[in-house]
Structure formats: structure tokens, C-alpha cells
């Protein structure tokens, strides 16, 4: 009986300190726990903020001019005082296209009056250029491009058609073959 | 039963032994685990690991305006916006305090935010990022400094206003009740810009995104 008693009284110590033990462990495994996490809460104060920005650019087709046909003068007749080829009417006008972008609006420039010079001597002319345009391919309904109507726009293909005439005095021009530049400037806007 | 009541007591020594070694592997783990944190910060006071308190702000100057390059033709070549006409955004924050600013750019911008490039497509641009910030007060191109960009990625550390020669600030007041942020409060600005290389891309609206992240240290 007594013996028994012991064995009951040991295995309850036994179980006491076990107990004990386990508890022991489990609020040090807990305290380990909460400075882990302590620490990794530390680390996560870190507070950061973003913003987000667009960058953008538009890219429109470059401008292409493309020479058709030259302008032609034709044999002046002796005693013949002037040229003159109508850029609207005349078959000999120059034919130009200009390809851009869709319906972009661009201005176009150009010197209305340009020298040529002789090829085979030093007479020189003075040659006065007139332009006309339209945004389909009909010379006949095309504008005189004057300074007051030169901000136009290219067609739904990227197209705008383009002749070129003008006049030239004869007068006082000696007999040979004359040659000089043209210069049109297409600037978007 | 001596024994008997010898084997319990062992037993008994062994589970309180058992129980002491296991406290003290525990004691040292927990000193050790503070210890390495203490000993990773022990060389500098940073305060901003109690920024938690403190807010920061980031705001557009123009929130309207994208970075904006405007009308480019095919085969421009290179288009710049300088730094006079940047981007521009605030930091507003506690003016002792430093932040670290990261800026991150796509590399390309996209057609109709197609992002099917390989550098080669004719429909990205490649873009270049450049940055700068003026930490003296006041939005002042004049006071730029530029910041260091690798692979289109800015980064800069620096204070909401600058030290100058001074040496560093005292702590920042710490957050009582009634505390008012504005007086410890400085604004510093950011300048985005850059450039594009335009080759013989496709007509179009071409674009991308720039993020800035900014956080104090």
C-alpha cells in the first residue's frame, strides 16, 4: 500500500515537472516567436510611396515631294514677248505630289520669283511661279495657292496634288536655252 | 522502494536538467536573434525606421501633363526634353529626414501601347531616361543635381532639404498630440525628362510609364 502510494506520489512529480517543463518551453518558443516577428514588423515599417508618370510622343509620316512631271515651256516664238503656263489649265505645267501623314495640316512655302540663267551665255530671266492645289488628283479644280490660303491638309490617303506654272518676260532676253532651281517648303504645323 | 525512490529522483533531476538546458538554448537563441538586429543598425542612427509616425507625399506639380514629346516625324532622330522643361514632382515630408527616390522607365515607347518590341520592331522608340532633384527649398533647376541612371533606373538618397555644410539635424520631433506636421515639413522636387531616338518608326501615338517610388531611409 505504501509502496503504492510512492509510485502514485513519484509519477505525479513526474507529471508536475513535465508540465512544467512543457510550459516552460512553450512561453520561451512563444517569446521567440513574438521577437521574430518583433523584427520582421520592424522591418515592415518601411513605408513607401509611388506615382506613376505617361510619357508620350506622336510620330507622324515624313514628307515625301514627288516630281511627276517637269513644267515645259515649248520653242518661244520670235517677236513672242512673254510665257506664261497656267498651272490650273495648261497641260505643260509641272505635276508634283506631296505624301504625309492622313489628314495632317501642313503650310507650304515657296519663292515666287527665281532667275535663270543662261546655259550657253549671261542673259539671265526672271521667272514668276504660280502653284496650284488640290487634295484629289483633278488639275482642273485645282486652287492658286496664294499666301493667304497656303495652310492645307493632306487627303485621308497622306496625298496632296500639286502644278506648278508661271509667267516670263521675254523682252529683253537674249536667244539660248535658260535652266534654274525651284524650291517648295512643306512644313507640318 | 530506496530504489525505486533513487530511479524517480534521477528521473526527476533529468526532466529539471532537461528543462534548464532547453531554457538557457532558448535564452541564448533570443539573445543572439536581438543581438544580430542590433548589430546589423549599430552603425548608424536611422531614424527613419520610426518614419512609420512621419508621412511623406508625392505629388505632380502639373498632374495633367505626361511627359510630353509632342509632334516627332519618322527619322527625326534624337528628340530631347531638357531639364528646364521636366516633369516635375514634389516630395513633401520632414525636411530632417532622408528618402530614398527610385525611378524606373520602360526602355521603349510603345505603338498603341502595343509592348511587342525587341528593339528592332518599327513600333517602339527607345527612350533615355534622365532625372535630377532640388532639395534646397524651392523649385529651382538652377539647384539640380543630377541623379546617377543605369538601364533607364534612377536612384538617389538625400535629405527633404538639404544640409549643406551643417551638420546633421537634431532627431525629428517625435509625434505628440497636437502635433503639427507643417512645421517640420520641407518639399523637395524631382525633374523626369530625357530623349527619344526617332528612327524609321510607324506613324502613331506612341507611349509609355516612368514609376517613381520614393520611401524615407
Same mark, same amino acid.
Given at each position: 500500500?505504501?509502496?503504492?502510494?510512492?509510485?502514485?506520489?513519484?509519477?505525479?512529480?513526474?507529471?508536475?515537472?513535465?508540465?512544467?517543463?512543457?510550459?516552460?518551453?512553450?512561453?520561451?518558443?512563444?517569446?521567440?516567436?513574438?521577437?521574430?516577428?518583433?523584427?520582421?514588423?520592424?522591418?515592415?515599417?518601411?513605408?513607401?510611396?509611388?506615382?506613376?508618370? *505617361?510619357?508620350?510622343?506622336?510620330?507622324?509620316?515624313?514628307?515625301?515631294?514627288?516630281?511627276?512631271?517637269?513644267?515645259?515651256?515649248?520653242?518661244?516664238?520670235?517677236?513672242?514677248? $512673254?510665257?506664261?503656263?497656267?498651272?490650273?489649265?495648261? &497641260?505643260?505645267?509641272?505635276?508634283?505630289?506631296?505624301?504625309?501623314?492622313?489628314?495632317?495640316?501642313?503650310?507650304?512655302?515657296?519663292?515666287?520669283?527665281?532667275?535663270?540663267?543662261?546655259?550657253?551665255?549671261?542673259?539671265?530671266?526672271?521667272?514668276?511661279?504660280?502653284?496650284?492645289?488640290?487634295?484629289?488628283?483633278?488639275?482642273?479644280t485645282s486652287e492658286l495657292l496664294e499666301l493667304d490660303n497656303r495652310n492645307i491638309r493632306f487627303n485621308e490617303e497622306g496625298q496632296f496634288f500639286i502644278w506648278v506654272g508661271g509667267r516670263v518676260n521675254l523682252q529683253n532676253a537674249a536667244p539660248?536655252?535658260? $535652266?534654274?532651281?525651284?524650291?517648295?517648303?512643306?512644313?507640318?504645323? | 522502494?530506496?530504489?525505486?525512490?533513487?530511479?524517480?529522483?534521477?528521473?526527476?533531476?533529468?526532466?529539471?536538467?532537461?528543462?534548464?538546458?532547453?531554457?538557457?538554448?532558448?535564452?541564448?537563441?533570443?539573445?543572439?536573434?536581438?543581438?544580430?538586429?542590433?548589430?546589423?543598425?549599430?552603425?548608424?542612427?536611422?531614424?527613419?525606421?520610426?518614419?512609420?509616425?512621419?508621412?511623406?507625399?508625392?505629388?505632380? &506639380?502639373?498632374?495633367? $501633363?505626361?511627359l510630353e514629346f509632342g509632334t516627332v516625324i519618322q527619322n527625326e532622330g534624337v528628340k530631347s526634353i531638357d531639364l528646364v522643361d521636366a516633369k516635375i514632382l514634389m516630395i513633401e515630408g520632414v525636411k530632417y529626414l532622408d528618402v530614398i527616390v527610385?525611378?524606373?522607365?520602360?526602355?521603349?515607347?510603345?505603338?498603341?501601347?502595343?509592348?511587342?518590341?525587341?528593339?528592332?520592331?518599327?513600333?517602339?522608340?527607345?527612350?533615355? &531616361?534622365?532625372?535630377?532633384?532640388?532639395?534646397?527649398?524651392?523649385?529651382?533647376?538652377?539647384?539640380?543635381?543630377?541623379?546617377?541612371?543605369?538601364? *533607364?533606373?534612377?536612384?538617389?538618397?538625400?535629405?527633404?532639404?538639404?544640409?549643406?555644410?551643417?551638420?546633421?539635424?537634431?532627431?525629428?520631433?517625435?509625434?505628440?498630440?497636437?502635433?503639427?506636421?507643417?512645421?517640420?515639413?520641407?518639399?523637395?522636387?524631382?525633374?523626369?525628362?530625357?530623349?527619344?531616338?526617332?528612327?524609321?518608326?510607324?506613324?502613331?501615338?506612341?507611349?509609355?510609364?516612368?514609376?517613381?517610388?520614393?520611401?524615407?531611409?
Amino acid at each position: 500500500m505504501l509502496a503504492n502510494y510512492y509510485e502514485l506520489y513519484t509519477a505525479n512529480i513526474k507529471i508536475i515537472a513535465l508540465g512544467i517543463m512543457h510550459r516552460v518551453l512553450s512561453a520561451l518558443f512563444l517569446l521567440l516567436i513574438f521577437c521574430f516577428q518583433n523584427l520582421h514588423a520592424q522591418n515592415g515599417e518601411d513605408q513607401s510611396i509611388s506615382a506613376r508618370v *505617361n510619357v508620350s510622343a506622336e510620330v507622324i509620316q515624313s514628307i515625301e515631294l514627288i516630281t511627276i512631271n517637269t513644267m515645259q515651256f515649248g520653242n518661244a516664238q520670235p517677236g513672242q514677248q $512673254e510665257i506664261y503656263v497656267n498651272p490650273v489649265t495648261s &497641260l505643260n505645267a509641272g505635276y508634283m505630289i506631296a505624301v504625309g501623314t492622313p489628314n495632317a495640316e501642313f503650310r507650304l512655302n515657296y519663292v515666287p520669283e527665281r532667275e535663270l540663267t543662261q546655259i550657253d551665255g549671261d542673259g539671265t530671266l526672271t521667272f514668276t511661279y504660280e502653284i496650284s492645289g488640290n487634295s484629289i488628283e483633278d488639275q482642273s479644280t485645282s486652287e492658286l495657292l496664294e499666301l493667304d490660303n497656303r495652310n492645307i491638309r493632306f487627303n485621308e490617303e497622306g496625298q496632296f496634288f500639286i502644278w506648278v506654272g508661271g509667267r516670263v518676260n521675254l523682252q529683253n532676253a537674249a536667244p539660248g536655252n535658260y $535652266e534654274g532651281d525651284f524650291t517648295i517648303e512643306i512644313d507640318y504645323i | 522502494m530506496i530504489n525505486k525512490k533513487k530511479r524517480n529522483n534521477a528521473l526527476l533531476g533529468s526532466a529539471l536538467f532537461i528543462c534548464r538546458t532547453g531554457f538557457l538554448f532558448l535564452l541564448i537563441m533570443v539573445f543572439t536573434t536581438q543581438l544580430s538586429s542590433v548589430s546589423l543598425k549599430a552603425q548608424e542612427i536611422d531614424f527613419g525606421d520610426f518614419s512609420s509616425k512621419y508621412a511623406v507625399t508625392l505629388s505632380e &506639380l502639373n498632374p495633367a $501633363e505626361d511627359l510630353e514629346f509632342g509632334t516627332v516625324i519618322q527619322n527625326e532622330g534624337v528628340k530631347s526634353i531638357d531639364l528646364v522643361d521636366a516633369k516635375i514632382l514634389m516630395i513633401e515630408g520632414v525636411k530632417y529626414l532622408d528618402v530614398i527616390v527610385d525611378i524606373t522607365a520602360d526602355n521603349y515607347l510603345f505603338l498603341d501601347s502595343d509592348v511587342a518590341c525587341n528593339g528592332t520592331n518599327t513600333n517602339c522608340i527607345p527612350f533615355t &531616361l534622365q532625372a535630377a532633384y532640388a532639395n534646397r527649398g524651392s523649385n529651382n533647376t538652377n539647384q539640380a543635381v543630377l541623379m546617377q541612371i543605369a538601364s *533607364n533606373v534612377a536612384s538617389a538618397q538625400f535629405p527633404i532639404l538639404a544640409r549643406g555644410n551643417q551638420p546633421p539635424g537634431p532627431p525629428p520631433t517625435p509625434v505628440y498630440e497636437g502635433y503639427n506636421p507643417a512645421l517640420f515639413n520641407e518639399t523637395a522636387y524631382i525633374y523626369i525628362y530625357g530623349s527619344l531616338n526617332v528612327g524609321n518608326v510607324d506613324a502613331g501615338s506612341y507611349s509609355g510609364e516612368i514609376t517613381i517610388t520614393v520611401s524615407y531611409d
